[in-house]
């Protein structure tokens, strides 16, 4: 199970009807995965092409390191998508 970080400015996204919403998911390990299915990095990079008007959301797990989140954001970024949202969890305020 994905464990998010956590932010205290954290919002809900929201998608229009004309953007499709992609979520792609870093596990612990550093397998993306969009649902069930993995990708390397050059399916993801082949998937994503073309979607640059689409919502793209990445969501890694808390024990990811950079360097296995860093790829995700450049492989975006070359499928035209200059700005991926992050997914985090909200801070309680306890």
């Not at 689409?54 to 790829?71: N, Y």
Request: aromatic content about 4%; charged content about 25%.
């Amino acid at each position: 199970m994905l464990e998010l970080p956590k932010a205290d400015d954290a919002e809900q996204i929201q998608s229009t009807a004309q953007q499709q919403s992609i979520i792609v998911n870093i596990e612990a390990d550093g397998r993306i995965m969009i649902g069930e299915i993995e990708y390397d990095i050059n399916g993801l990079g082949e998937l994503l092409s073309g979607h640059g008007e689409d919502k793209i959301t990445i969501r890694s797990d808390r024990q990811c390191q950079w360097q296995m989140v860093r790829p995700v954001f450049d492989t975006c970024r070359k499928a035209g998508i200059s700005t991926p949202n992050i997914a985090v969890v909200k801070e309680s305020d306890n």
